[in-house]
């Protein structure tokens, strides 16, 4: 009782204060008073200070019809999707509209290398033909696998579980496109361009990505368009160095913050944990998804990778459609396009 007459006692004030506000020269007329005291006016504020105190679950029992996916919820999930990314993904360069094909990716290159001479004295025998490379990278698919929200756990849990399943739906995407990008753009195997370094049981050294950054210069490259992204622990080799002669573990590595400073004219280097397996034997990359055998550094070459999300589709099968199910529910899954890989490979090092 005494909590109920402190609130209709909130009701009269509000009232009243609010038609003072409304028409400061009339609140002592004893209409106004009158009609801030009205059966309406008080039942009204008392119905406002009763859903100030009450909990907040209009939000699960929101209706999920067309004009809802349409103008609210496909939106969000575009908006998501398009901004939530990691910081390493950041640095890559867009694909322009012209590129984006009902199949893939196009892109056109021209593989010039014109020689020149110096005081030359003979006649040229011929202009030199250069390659046009007409590249094509198809869309990948992704899924998230369906969930399944019944009346039950709308009605018993005290938070909107349909936005959070669809937050998480969301990310579930997102990590497994980013994967799948750095898994594409891994070296498959040893080769000249694109180099397998063998760090050996001493693991991961300053030494070693100094040895990239003298290939990159050898390849008439620019060690300023590659990122380095480590493998955690390998970030924890470099923490843990023991030659007290080299510097470099005083300098370029923060024991405050525990990562890799930028080195050696790498000036964009991060550490992530989902990067992809080799073969500690032949070194050759395994499966997408093998959480065996030794995890790898890349060193990307970003003018070469092609990272595209497009089309994405919200499948939701409501819970009024529901008809046989006891407990009936809402269904939602997400289902997209995506283009991850590389334009020419060159420039690729997997430091296992």
């Known amino acids: 009782m005494k909590s109920l007459s402190t609130l209709l006692a909130f009701g009269v004030m509000f009232s009243i204060c609010l038609l003072s506000v409304l ?11 009158t009609m801030g005291l009205n059966p309406v006016g008080l039942i009204g504020a008392v119905g406002m200070g009763i859903q100030h105190f009450r909990p907040h679950i209009t939000a699960n029992a929101t209706e999920i019809n067309e004009a809802y996916l349409l103008r609210t919820l496909i ?11 990691e910081d390493f993904l950041a640095l890559l360069n867009g694909v322009p509209a012209s590129a984006v094909g009902a199949e893939g990716i196009y892109k056109n290159r021209l593989i010039a290398a ?30 998230t696998k369906p969930s399944k929200v019944t009346r039950s756990e709308l009605r018993g849990l005290p938070y909107d579980v349909k936005a959070e399943l669809r937050v998480r739906h969301m990310k579930a995407i997102k990590r497994k496109t980013r994967d799948k990008l750095l898994h594409n753009v891994a070296p498959a195997s040893h080769t000249v361009d694109t180099p397998v370094i063998d760090l050996g049981s001493g693991g991961m050294t300053f030494s070693a990505l100094l040895d990239v950054r003298e290939r990159i210069v050898n390849m008439n490259m620019d060690p300023a368009d590659f990122m380095v992204v480590m493998a955690p622990n390998h970030v924890t080799d470099l923490g843990n160095e023991q030659n007290t002669g080299n510097k470099f573990r005083e300098v370029m590595f923060d024991e405050k913050r525990g990562n890799v400073k930028p080195f050696a004219g790498f000036p964009n280097i991060f550490e992530f944990g989902g990067l992809p397996m080799y073969d500690p034997y032949t070194f050759a990359l395994r499966a997408f998804g093998s959480l065996t055998g030794r995890q790898a550094t890349l060193v990307i070459n970003i003018p070469e990778v092609i990272f595209h999300r497009e089309t994405m589709k919200a499948y939701l099968k409501p819970e009024i459609n529901d008809t046989r199910s006891a407990d009936p529910g809402d269904e939602f899954r997400l289902g997209g396009f995506f283009a991850a890989g590389t334009l020419v490979n060159k420039g690729f090092f997997a430091l296992v």
């Open 23 to 33: 028409a400061p020269d009339s609140a002592s007329d004893p209409n106004v008073m």
């Open 114 to 143: 014109p020689e020149a001479v110096i005081n030359n004295t003979v006649d040229f025998t011929g202009p030199v033909a250069h390659d046009k490379r007409h590249l094509f990278l198809p869309f990948d698919t992704v899924d």
């Open 75 to 85: 939106p969000q999930l575009v908006n998501e999707y398009k901004n939530d990314q």
